[in-house]
């Protein structure tokens, strides 16, 4: 198990931001083997394609120079002009084969990550120049696996390599008595079948070192669980802060909502578990709001509240529990509760014109059932 140099394991699997660190840094995985499989078989397919046509062009290009003038063979102007044109004429039949192998080598950089430019690799650090840590690296475990590697690579390429040979050997030794064209055109369809024979090999690597790669990179980003803590820390906060914040953030909307009590028209309660402060202005409001709430201590307070600033108190369990169950503060309350709360606030306003006292419970109220199964 990989440790960090306080000695801890390193057992939790990298958090999100520290794989994104690690990218930025440019430390993502990457395989050579599979860059090296894309890169021969692009060639091979380049060579496929445009092959017929670049040892055409080719083929034009020596039997162009090879068909001097005994003049021109002996003006240097002439043969430097003919150089000029002949290399000119070279790069543009190889262009395509030149492309391809470009766009291959990209792609297949960054198909396992994607695309990453990161400053900071780039930017120059005097360790790289340590000869100390030079050395481990080629000495270390990460070097002698990547001479392993090397190794069966070339051992792998070098078997099929001289099995094509062999197979092949009549035609490579038939290539000299064949003419210059001939000779040309055949030499290109070995080059394929060469090509084709050592990408074999290459994807056996890729398919091998892919998830290699994969594998190595996420072991080396594994953290510390006092990693994950520092990190945890570092973006969302300390838990104690945190909760000390949400503590007095509800202190502060208790506040508010025990200062909204003495505005409340009437306060429904249990009798004592559930308490809910009601407000309602005919014409500023399309329905009754709830201003306060609260359950056990909280549904104590604000009865206090209510009894010292003479706002009616009625008990009305159902009802109670529904608006505190299905009803947000500072919001209108649901519509099925509508007929109800609208009942009681008739029955207030005809005692409040008639200055009488009325019954402070009431049972039959129109409650729905989908809002009666409340707490």
Same mark, same amino acid.
């Given at each position: 198990?990989? =440790?960090?140099?306080?000695?801890?394991?390193? #057992?939790?699997?990298?958090?999100?931001?520290?794989?994104?660190?690690?990218?930025?840094?440019?430390?993502?995985? $990457?395989?050579?083997?599979?860059? #090296?499989?894309?890169?021969?078989?692009?060639?091979?397919?380049?060579?496929?394609?445009?092959?017929?046509?670049?040892?055409?062009?080719?083929?034009?290009?020596?039997?162009?120079?090879?068909?001097?003038?005994?003049?021109?063979?002996?003006?240097?102007?002439?043969?430097?002009?003919?150089?000029?044109?002949?290399?000119?004429?070279?790069?543009?039949?190889?262009?395509?084969?030149? /492309?391809?192998?470009?766009?291959?080598?990209?792609?297949?950089?960054?198909?396992?990550?994607?695309?990453?430019?990161?400053?900071?690799?780039?930017?120059?650090?005097?360790?790289?120049?340590?000869?100390?840590?030079?050395?481990?690296?080629?000495?270390?475990?990460?070097?002698?696996?990547?001479?392993?590697?090397?190794?069966?690579?070339?051992?792998?390429?070098?078997?099929?390599?001289?099995?094509?040979?062999?197979?092949?050997?009549?035609?490579?030794?038939?290539?000299?008595?064949?003419?210059?064209?001939?000779?040309?055109?055949?030499?290109?369809?070995?080059?394929?079948?060469?090509?084709?024979?050592?990408?074999?090999?290459?994807?056996?690597?890729?398919?091998?070192? /892919?998830?290699?790669?994969?594998?190595?990179?996420? $072991?080396?980003?594994?953290?510390?669980?006092?990693?994950?803590?520092?990190?945890?820390?570092?973006?969302?906060?300390?838990?104690?802060?945190?909760?000390?914040?949400?503590?007095?953030?509800?202190?502060?909307? &208790?506040?508010?909502?025990?200062? =909204?009590?003495?505005?409340?028209?009437?306060?429904?309660?249990?009798?004592?578990?559930?308490?809910?402060?009601?407000?309602?202005?005919?014409?500023?409001?399309?329905?009754?709001?709830?201003?306060?709430?609260?359950?056990?201590?909280?549904?104590?307070?604000?009865?206090?509240?209510?009894?010292?600033?003479?706002?009616?108190?009625?008990?009305?369990?159902?009802?109670?529990?529904?608006?505190?169950?299905?009803?947000?503060?500072? &919001?209108?309350?649901?519509?099925?509760?509508? &007929?109800?709360?609208?009942?009681?606030?008739?029955?207030?306003?005809?005692?409040?014109?008639?200055?009488?006292?009325?019954?402070?419970?009431?049972?039959?109220?129109?409650?729905?059932?989908?809002?009666?199964?409340?707490?």
């Amino acid at each position: 198990m990989a =440790e960090n140099e306080d000695g801890q394991e390193k #057992t939790e699997d990298p958090t999100p931001k520290r794989m994104q660190d690690a990218r930025e840094k440019g430390q993502v995985p $990457r395989s050579r083997e599979l860059t #090296t499989m894309a890169m021969v078989m692009g060639a091979a397919g380049a060579f496929y394609f445009f092959g017929p046509m670049m040892i055409d062009g080719l083929l034009g290009i020596l039997e162009a120079n090879f068909a001097l003038e005994r003049e021109a063979v002996f003006d240097e102007g002439v043969l430097i002009e003919r150089l000029f044109a002949s290399g000119l004429e070279g790069m543009w039949v190889i262009t395509p084969f030149v /492309i391809v192998m470009i766009l291959v080598a990209i792609f297949s950089s960054i198909a396992l990550s994607g695309w990453v430019i990161s400053l900071e690799a780039m930017a120059f650090k005097w360790s790289k120049l340590d000869p100390v840590k030079g050395l481990g690296r080629v000495f270390g475990p990460r070097g002698a696996l990547e001479f392993l590697k090397a190794f069966f690579k070339f051992a792998l390429v070098g078997a099929l390599a001289v099995l094509f040979l062999w197979m092949e050997g009549r035609d490579f030794l038939a290539l000299g008595t064949a003419s210059l064209e001939v000779a040309m055109a055949r030499m290109g369809e070995l080059l394929l079948y060469a090509f084709f024979f050592m990408s074999l090999s290459l994807i056996l690597l890729a398919v091998v070192d /892919i998830p290699f790669q994969l594998w190595d990179n996420q $072991r080396q980003l594994k953290m510390t669980r006092k990693e994950v803590q520092d990190e945890n820390k570092q973006t969302e906060g300390d838990p104690q802060v945190k909760q000390r914040i949400r503590s007095l953030q509800q202190e502060m909307a &208790q506040k508010r909502m025990m200062e =909204e009590v003495p505005s409340a028209d009437v306060v429904v309660t249990n009798p004592t578990h559930f308490a809910v402060a009601l407000r309602y202005d005919q014409e500023s409001m399309a329905a009754p709001v709830v201003v306060a709430k609260g359950v056990d201590l909280m549904a104590t307070q604000i009865r206090s509240v209510a009894s010292e600033n003479e706002v009616p108190i009625l008990e009305a369990a159902p009802l109670a529990r529904a608006l505190y169950a299905h009803a947000e503060l500072d &919001q209108a309350i649901p519509a099925g509760l509508f &007929q109800a709360v609208a009942q009681i606030l008739a029955y207030l306003y005809f005692l409040r014109e008639e200055g009488q006292s009325g019954p402070e419970r009431f049972d039959d109220l129109p409650i729905p059932e989908e809002l009666a199964d409340a707490p």
